[in-house]
């Protein structure tokens, strides 16, 4: 029997209660199948600065290197945002991204029909909504030298290469392919020249693609669009910025940040972890959406195993609990049945098994 090894990093905030519904998703998903997990928890962000003083310790990432795939749940604390950058929890996850070379950021939005009425937006401009958000994730902004904060100055670069622009582009590509082959770039190249390579590179890269349609969008156009006809895209191709940017907007579009899953992905172990942050505020108290999470983990399966199957079945079971009228506080709406934290891990990882609910 085939057994994967998947390295736990929980992180700060929500990110632990989080994690663990993700972990029994994952265990209930194998009792059905020809293969097992060896799960190891790693330390990460605020969680890793308190016990060892390093929000990215060695061991830490020689697990992740080690691993088959590394399932992450949020980091961030308050506690820290006084210290310098290096000693701040995000810097272990920026240091992971950039460790495990992982360039390529999938971020789907995808509509629940059962949760349209969580939307900010009204049904009938979300209802059918099914994107996804390619997001370089190892350039640009958050890694470009020189930065520099002195004083009254400060400043940071953004900067891409051809090689980088040109990979996460074919990535973007391939993806398409197996989906509605359509891609929108976004980038501001009426202002930024590195906007503009981008822009003439992922035209070069097009033309290997002719039956992928490319259309090119200025990231405040963008920004309107998601909001006006969140319909008319299938694969948004963007920058490391701008991706970040783009990708909360488009949870709002599916109720809440609490259901959007993502995968970080390079030539190393891939990452896998909810769009979300820590949300320090309801830390504890049992009441965070799972979702994003166990919704990542089918992208594990997906991405990192190659077990379509059992990927699926985790999506469908989301669906069902959803159908079925369970939500958690932030995508309740009146009619339906608030559940806890662990209450809705529960449901779904009944579901999976093929219990009733
Ligand atoms: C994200 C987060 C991170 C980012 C933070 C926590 C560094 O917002 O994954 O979208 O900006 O990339
Ligand atoms: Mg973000």
């Known amino acids: 029997m085939t057994t994967y090894k998947i390295a736990l990093l929980p992180g700060d905030g929500i990110g632990p209660e989080v994690v663990a519904e993700g972990k029994r998703a994952l265990e209930a998903t194998a009792e059905r199948s020809d293969f097992a997990f060896d799960f190891v928890e790693g330390l990460i962000g605020g969680a890793a600065l308190q016990e060892q003083g390093d929000p990215l310790p060695s061991s830490t990432l020689e697990l992740c290197r080690s691993s088959d795939a590394v399932l992450l749940g949020a980091i961030g604390d308050p506690r820290w945002d006084t210290q310098p950058a290096e000693k701040r929890p995000e810097r272990g996850l920026l240091g992971l991204r950039q460790s495990l070379q ?57 900067v891409y290469t051809r090689h980088e622009i040109e990979r996460v582009a074919r990535f973007a590509f391939e993806t398409a392919r197996k989906r509605r082959r359509k891609i929108t770039s976004v980038d501001k190249a009426n202002v930024l020249e590195v ?6 590179v992922v035209q070069e890269v097009a033309a290997d693609y002719p039956d992928v349609q490319i259309n090119h969008l200025y990231i405040d156009n963008a920004a309107m669009q998601l909001i006006r006809d969140p319909r008319q895209f299938d694969v948004i191709l963007t920058g490391n910025l701008f991706g970040d940017i783009l990708s909360d907007e488009a949870a709002m579009l599916t109720g809440s940040l609490g259901m959007l899953p993502s995968a970080s992905i390079g030539n190393l172990t891939a990452v896998y972890e909810p769009v979300h942050g820590s949300a320090p505020d309801i830390a504890g108290k049992n009441c965070a959406n799972p979702i994003a999470t166990i919704s990542s983990c089918a992208m594990l399966l997906q991405h990192s195993l190659g ?18 009228g369970y939500r958690t506080k932030d995508i309740a709406t009146p009619g339906t049945t608030t559940v806890t934290t662990r209450e809705m891990g529960e449901l779904i990882c009944m579901t999976i098994k093929g219990e009733q609910i």
């Not at 971020?107 to 059918?128: M, Q």
């Not at 077990?307 to 989301?318: G, K, T």
Request: net charge positive.
């Open 102 to 158: 992982l360039y390529a950021n999938l971020r789907p939005a995808r509509i629940y029909p059962s949760l349209l009425a969580a939307s900010a937006l009204r049904s009938e401009v979300v209802d059918g909504t099914d994107l996804l958000i390619v997001r370089e994730l190892t350039g640009g902004l958050y890694f470009g030298e020189p930065r520099s904060l002195t004083g009254n100055l400060a400043f940071n670069t953004m």
């Open 195 to 200: 906007s503009q390579l981008w822009r003439s």
């Open 307 to 324: 077990r379509s199957q059992e990927a699926e079945r985790i999506d469908r079971a989301i669906a069902k609990v959803l159908a079925t």
